[in-house]
């Protein structure tokens, strides 16, 4: 459906009330058979929904010990208030914890700010770069900080480094590979093809079990590399993969006329692709590289099998505590949210940047 | 006529896979002259202007724009193409870019002139076209007419040597065709050297210098337009003339 920006003459005439009582009549009460199916549908909302909320809100255990927790019929959110900074901050030493805090809450200001697509720019990269510095040292220490080895990282710092900087390195990576592919050079091309194909058809775990297992075998005797990069070089290297292909969909959506008058213009196959073809093949990738983004996030947890803390597994550890065993539904709803929140803020972005990206088109329709 | 022709081809052949497409070619366009390429849908005419800016690769013979030599040398063809200007049937514009954007984008990366100098050159050539007020739209804001006018203007603010029109109109409602012409006449009557490929015969009578009628990958016949309106030397182009003017 298109949609025009054009409001709605009616809506606004009608107290709230009132449009909303006529927004239910039409949608939910226009006939006797669509009433007999809303009401029937509505009790059966409030059937299934109630008890959920009576169990996490109503008769939830919020403060206490396990034993109050056994007691009470609802939800052992004590639980969560217990082992809160560990499913967080992993195994990371307590007394330090404000590093990974300080860590996270810059990132979700500069995430805040990079939002604006009107502020990208070589500065905002340059800031990143700085940050990755700076959050490099505060989390592994250095200039007066205790060190702390990564493999005592974990939580969600961990789930959001491995992800964040997995998807953002990935992505120019994926355009070069697309690009690659589209090439007529035979050699980049079927060196793009194979690299594409082996990476995607081969499991996530089975290239993390490489970079922990196999890829230190080929190094020199003495010589080792941090285990959580060789982890993320390996999700780099996975989602670039994705990433190609779902950047060589856009660039397949690009009308052949567009590479002709920038040939025809003069403009060399560089300028082409940065100023023509790139800009409007990414607009239209959003969608799919945001999906492949939240995957990739929710795939980060499989970091478990090389013994890295992301934050599935503290939740996971969590629950093995012997005082508090059996709220294993508590725990890994928590974890659940946070992942949920994390996907849904990213999804709602991409849906705002399409809107915002989406100019130019005929009398600025919008097509959602 | 001038012997320093500005395009020259020579026993020139081109494929499409098993399709022989352009049929040895000889073809000279002169400084300064108007040519008008027609006939029947699939002569090769559009692969024809086409090829002299190398969008369509000739598989043999001899190219040669303002002394340069086509062939697969990047730098002689990124020399060519910033001289010679193209206008396409769907007009290619830039979706994503303004207006301006469109028009100054090819100078300032190709001829590495300031944004400031493009700008006011792009807002010139949008004056010639009538069409400076909307300079800050987006091409799919504008009309079909409007939008070839920009196309136009775009080639013009390379500064080319020789524009090339590939069916101009032909994507156009009737209404929006005059004010394209009129922007084409305009472009002749100050000299620049163009080859259309169109059916706008009272275009042609106007300002051609020459019309090239093509047939099955071939030239057949070349003659003034009076001429070959008036009196077409060849059978095929008699019938060609009798099907479009009706």
């Known amino acids: 459906m298109v949609y025009k920006f054009t409001k709605n003459p009616e809506k606004r005439t009608l107290p709230r009330m009132e449009a909303m009582a006529k927004w239910m009549k039409k949608n939910l009460f226009s006939t006797k ?34 034993a109050a927790c056994r007691e009470g019929s609802g939800a052992c959110l ?17 007394e330090e914890i404000w590093r990974p805090a300080l860590t996270m809450v810059l990132m979700f200001a500069l995430l805040w700010w990079s939002k604006e697509p009107s502020r990208w720019s070589k500065k905002l990269v340059k800031w ?41 390195i990935s992505y120019p990576f994926g355009i070069a590979l697309a690009l690659g592919r589209r090439s007529q050079m035979p050699f980049i091309k079927s060196m793009c093809v194979i690299y594409i194909e082996l990476i995607r058809g081969v499991p996530m775990i089975s290239l993390l079990f490489m970079s922990s297992v196999m890829f230190p075998l080929f190094l020199p005797e003495g010589v080792s590399i941090d285990k959580l990069l060789r982890a993320q070089v390996a999700i780099i290297m996975f989602i670039s993969a994705y990433m190609a292909e779902v950047v ?51 795939d980060t947890s499989l970091v478990i099998i090389i013994a890295l803390f992301d934050l599935l597994s503290t939740t996971k550890a969590s629950l093995k505590d012997p005082e508090w065993l059996g709220f294993s539904v508590e725990g890994y709803l928590f974890a659940a949210f946070i992942y949920f929140i994390l996907c849904f803020s990213m999804g709602k972005y991409a849906r705002r940047l399409e809107v915002e990206f989406h100019r130019g088109h005929k009398n600025r329709e919008v097509n959602i | 006529m001038s012997t320093n022709p500005i395009i020259e081809m020579k026993d020139m052949n081109k494929w499409f896979d098993d399709f022989h497409v352009l049929k040895n070619i000889n073809f000279q366009v002169n400084n300064g002259e108007k040519i008008v390429i027609c006939g029947p849908s699939g002569s090769g005419k559009s692969t ?46 830039f979706p994503h870019l303004s207006i301006v954007d469109n028009l100054a984008l090819a100078p300032m990366w190709v001829r590495k002139e300031s944004k400031k100098e493009a700008s006011e050159r792009a807002m010139h050539f949008l004056e010639k076209v009538k069409i400076a007020d909307q300079a800050l739209k987006y091409p799919g804001q504008l009309s079909g007419g409007q939008q070839q006018r920009v196309a136009i203007a775009r080639a013009l603010c ?89």
Request: charged content about 20%.
């Open chain 1, 78 to 94: 004590a639980f969560i208030n217990e082992k809160f900074t560990y499913i967080i901050f992993g195994p990371y030493p307590r």
């Open chain 2, 158 to 246: 390379m500064k080319p040597k020789i524009m090339l029109f590939d069916e101009p109109t032909s994507a156009l409602d009737p209404e929006m065709v005059k004010e394209v012409l009129d922007v084409m006449v305009s472009l002749a009557e100050e000299g620049m050297t163009m080859l259309c490929v169109t059916h706008e015969m009272g275009f042609a009578r106007q300002v051609a210098d020459r019309v090239v009628f093509m047939d099955d990958g071939q030239i057949v016949e070349e003659a003034k337009p009076d001429e070959f309106f008036d009196n077409p030397q060849h059978e095929r182009s008699k019938e060609f003339l009798s099907q479009i003017l009706h």
């Open chain 1, 128 to 168: 990143w770069a700085g940050f990755v510095v700076l959050g490099w040292i505060l989390m592994s220490g250095g200039l007066g900080l205790a060190p702390v080895k990564s493999t005592s990282w974990g939580g969600l710092p961990l789930t959001l480094v491995l992800s964040f900087v997995g998807i953002f």
């Open chain 1, 248 to 298: 060589r969909g856009g660039l397949a959506a690009i009308p052949k006329g567009q590479y002709e008058a920038a040939d025809a213009l003069g403009l060399n196959y560089f300028q082409t692709m940065r100023f023509i073809i790139l800009p409007q093949a990414l607009k239209i990738v959003i969608p799919p590289s945001v999906n492949t983004a939240i995957g990739m996030l929710k």
């Open chain 1, 33 to 66: 058979g669509n009433t007999v199916l809303s009401l029937f549908l509505i009790a059966g909302l409030i059937k299934i929904f109630t008890p959920i909320f009576t169990w996490l809100f109503i008769d939830a255990t919020w403060i206490g010990d396990a």
């Open chain 2, 48 to 93: 024809l202007i086409r090829c002299i800016n190398r969008l369509e690769v000739h598989q043999n013979g001899k190219i040669i724009v303002d002394g340069t030599e086509l062939t697969n040398n990047l730098k002689h063809i990124e020399k060519i193409r910033a001289e010679v200007g193209m206008c396409f049937q769907h007009f290619n514009l």
